[in-house]
């Protein structure tokens, strides 16, 4: 982990007289899982959005896969993958078919577009499932195959904002195995969640108040520096502090 996936400096995003980010700066290293807290209204989403090439800044800088976030935004978006709890799959197309528009929509050939539906299907023991309609899967199968074609076209680093929210203990933990098999193969996961227990098994994890970032470390340093038990200890002081307070 001796580069940066994510280099950011001094980014704010202003909305009228909002300002929803507000002159954050941190980075995110090479296979790293990175937690990235904050409540509703803290403003995560906005900064994801900027990370992700979907929005651009207000002000400040820095790159994304290399890639300058302020007019590299296509390039961006190209070489990561991204999945969001609510719009990840098609529900009216089937299994096969969201793999092979995906696959598309990052550019793959149709060749490795048909290797890769096999491997994945193979990999996640969809084979007979493959011609049924996405919407028609258990949520848990749901989130699998979303993260799966969100890792396609083998992208340097995946954006997950809140992937596992609103299914079974079992199934996160199944996702997250998931994600920790991405990272040991060296993919960079930026991850939003409001399951403190999650943030535990972040490498580094962020938290955000009011548009700023009011804390950044290991869990285990944040745990120590807190005097708390678990994160979510830990989440409720700093929310309760506020910054500048």
């Not at 011609?131 to 799966?148: H, T, Y």
Request: overall charge negative; hydrophobic content about 40%.
């Amino acid at each position: 982990m001796g580069r940066n996936t994510v280099e950011i400096a001094h980014l704010t995003k202003k909305f009228g007289d909002f300002t929803a980010v507000d002159n954050i700066s941190f980075n995110v290293r090479d296979g790293e899982i990175f937690g990235f807290l904050g409540a509703n209204g803290a403003g995560k989403t906005t900064a994801m959005r900027i990370l992700c090439g979907l929005s651009r800044p207000t002000s400040g800088e820095g790159t994304v896969a290399g890639y300058d976030i302020n007019t590299g935004q296509e390039k961006i978006k190209r070489h990561i993958g991204y999945m969001c709890q609510k719009f990840s799959l098609y529900p009216d197309l089937t299994v096969r078919e969201n793999i092979r528009l995906f696959g598309g929509i990052y550019g793959l050939r149709d060749k490795e577009i048909r290797r890769k539906t096999d491997v994945m299907l193979d990999m996640l023991g969809m084979q007979t499932e493959r011609d049924r309609l996405a919407g028609a899967l258990p949520l848990g199968w749901k989130q699998k195959l979303a993260f799966s074609i969100a890792m396609i076209h083998d992208p340097g680093i995946i954006f997950l904002d809140e992937p596992t929210g609103g299914v079974d203990p079992e199934t996160r933990r199944t996702f997250w195995e998931m994600i920790y098999d991405a990272a040991e193969k060296g993919t960079t996961v930026f991850v939003t969640t409001h399951y403190m227990d999650e943030a535990e098994y972040c490498d580094r994890v962020s938290v955000m108040v009011d548009g700023r970032i009011a804390a950044l470390d290991t869990p285990d340093s944040l745990k120590a520096e807190y005097g708390a038990e678990n994160m979510d200890e830990v989440f409720r002081i700093i929310v309760g502090r506020r910054p500048g307070l």
